[in-house]
């Protein structure tokens, strides 16, 4: 397995960088990689984007809204909220599940003072409240699964930028979302950052595996990036255009 280290805190050109590990870096049995978003709603492959934000509100808060490359629904990120990928060759074997990544996750934790553990089919939870959410995509026999932690994350902003049904908030109602989930910060005895938790992260999946190594991109694949990244995933076509027909409401 090898790391990508991510530095970028810009929503489009980090899925942009993930884009290209998952369809391009195919001779690559397994990748792993560690981001921080600004501010961001990442909206599903097949979402209509408009239908699933505040516009006014992500607007005046300066709130980047993107499409990533698999389905789900939309979500919230923040500098205080860790985003992970894993993409593997071995799909179909089940070799590389959302399970096996949770291990180090847990003994991060569990060395923080914290007891975390994975719960049905692919949530994070400590005393019965989820920190984790994830999705997958898969692309001629390979497997991209990424997800976020939530570390710090501004759940006020959260609940404004995403446009929520009034249907959905009344049927599940905001205190009781609130109730089952969690920032991990929140549940530690000694406070770090969330890039302090990043390298503990990358330090414990290297424990896990021991004969991972850092992929270090070239400058002819960073340009390929960049351009993926100027003509596809920071354009208004791909994040609007690409968007579902419907009715306005």
């Given amino acids: 397995m090898k790391y990508i280290v991510n530095t970028s805190n810009d929503p489009a050109y980090n899925i942009a960088l993930e884009a290209y590990a998952f369809r391009e870096l195919v001779n690559e049995d397994e990748l792993f990689i560690l981001w921080i978003n600004r501010p961001a709603i990442i909206v599903g492959k097949h979402q209509n984007t408009i239908q699933e934000i505040n516009k006014e ?14 389905g789900g629904g939309a979500v919230y990120h923040d500098l205080n909220n860790l985003n992970y990928t894993i993409i593997s060759n071995k799909a ?3 070799a590389f599940d959302f399970k096996t990544f949770s291990q180090p996750v847990i003994a991060t934790l569990a060395d923080l003072g914290v007891k975390a553990e994975f719960t049905g089919r692919n949530d994070l ?8 959410g994830n999705a997958q995509a898969y692309y001629k026999g390979r497997m991209m699964h990424h997800g976020c932690l939530l570390f710090d994350v501004d759940m006020s902003v959260l609940g404004q930028a995403l446009k929520v049904s009034k249907d959905k908030i009344e049927s599940k109602g905001v205190k009781s979302v609130r109730a089952r989930v969690t920032n991990i910060v929140d549940e530690l005895p000694e406070k770090i950052t969330v890039n302090e938790f990043s390298d503990k992260i990358l330090e414990k999946m290297k424990e896990f595996y021991p004969d991972m190594e850092e992929y270090v991109l070239s400058e002819d694949e960073l340009a390929k990036i960049q351009e993926s990244y100027e003509k596809q995933f920071n354009t208004w076509d791909w994040t609007y255009g690409q968007s579902p027909e419907y009715t306005v409401e």
């Fill in 57 to 70: 509100y992500t607007d005046a808060h300066n709130i980047k809204v993107v499409r990533r490359l698999s």
């Fill in 125 to 132: 939870e400590i005393d019965g409240k989820k920190f984790c």
């Fill in 92 to 94: 179909d074997e089940g």
